[in-house]
């Protein structure tokens, strides 16, 4: 018999689900049947599987050794560990600056993420622990491409993930960028347009006109400053579809300068020659939280947080005279 304690990153989600990580392996028809059977039990009562699990709550599992290992070998959670620039923290909530060059979830390649980093940390800090590992793993709430810096959130807890996806996922959570683009903007701007993600090539396509599986997007910008060449923009996304900004852009006759993908091989030219640049110029700087918010989350609420820039695009901006006010 094995017999386990809810903790407080395993409550509020369903028995059932708690289950399916508990029992990586089984099919849900085996631990199905071991509830009906009362061979899975909560708080020595028999149960169905849909009960929401509360901390403190009692598991017990009337498995033979042998089933349960069986059932329960876990794929080592991947971690890594570097210097994180934390922007801010708390029992629930990690908001990281990102390095361009770092992925932010894992991919095929099987590089570390930052979600193998915010494991990593969490473990040397001894707020995570393997036995954690087993039913719940912190994650990130929002992607950037692997090449644009800035803001990552992260929940540590699994109420802090839970809210922080929600907030994301219903967009009340306003995200701003910046990057520098070919050609002169002095206008504030709000376009529109329709996308379509290929998946093989992971490229997106920009259309004006509704085409068959495109998905509609929204992008706002503001110029910031020119220098009669290149401008440096702010922008916010109203959709956050993949390679929105960099594509929607580009195909405004404005590419961002180092961008290998959508951007113009002349124009990139002179930035990697002049600076080495080797990637977009985007970043995202800026994460502000709604007013009004509740739970375990409300300490953010109002809050507004800023994303230190990278050395080379402050210097970039230094040396283009694109407001230097904004260093």
């Known amino acids: 018999m094995k017999e386990f304690q809810i903790r407080d990153n395993e409550a509020g989600q369903r028995f059932d689900k708690y289950l399916s990580k508990l029992l990586r392996n089984a099919p849900k028809s085996f631990f199905y049947k071991m509830l009906r059977k009362k061979n899975i039990t909560l708080n020595g009562k028999k149960a169905t599987g849909n009960e ?6 009692q598991v017990k599992l009337f498995l033979s050794d042998e089933t349960f290992d069986k059932f329960s070998q876990q794929d080592k959670a991947a971690r890594a560990v570097t210097t994180l620039d934390v922007l801010y923290e708390d029992a629930d909530v990690l908001l990281i600056n990102k390095p361009a060059g770092m992925l932010s979830q894992p991919d095929d390649t099987k590089e570390p993420s930052m979600v193998e980093y915010v494991i990593g940390y969490l473990l040397e800090k001894g707020e995570l622990t393997e036995e954690d590992l087993r039913t719940f793993r ?6 950037l491409d692997k090449n644009t810096s800035g803001i990552i959130a992260a929940g540590k807890s699994l109420v ?18 910046l990057c520098i683009v070919k050609g002169v903007l002095r206008e504030k701007k709000h376009i529109k347009g329709y996308l379509y993600k290929d998946t093989k090539q992971n490229k997106v396509a920009i259309y004006k006109q509704k085409q068959k599986e495109a998905q509609p997007i929204e992008t706002v910008y503001e110029p910031l400053e020119d220098n009669g060449e290149v401008t440096l923009l702010k922008v916010g996304l109203i959709t956050g579809r ?35 640049l080797k990637h977009q110029l985007l970043h995202a700087f800026r994460l502000s939280f709604p007013d009004g918010m509740e739970g375990r989350l409300s300490d953010l609420s109002g809050k507004c947080f800023r994303a230190p820039l990278p050395a080379q695009f402050e210097r970039i901006i230094k040396e283009e005279k694109l407001g230097e006010k904004l260093l």
């Not at 912190?138 to 992607?143: D, E, I, K, Q, T």
């Not at 802090?160 to 960028?177: C, P, W």
């Not at 929105?244 to 951007?263: C, F, M, N, V, W």
């Open 160 to 177: 802090g993930l839970q809210e922080l996806s929600e907030l994301f996922h219903d967009r009340t959570v306003h995200k701003e960028y």
């Open 138 to 143: 912190p994650s990130v709430c929002n992607r």
């Open 242 to 276: 993949t390679h929105q900004i960099r594509a929607h852009l580009a195909s405004e006759g404005h590419p961002l300068a180092g961008d290998t993908k959508y951007g113009q091989d002349a124009f990139n030219r002179r930035y990697r020659e002049k600076y080495q």
């Open 52 to 57: 929401k699990l509360e901390a403190g709550d």
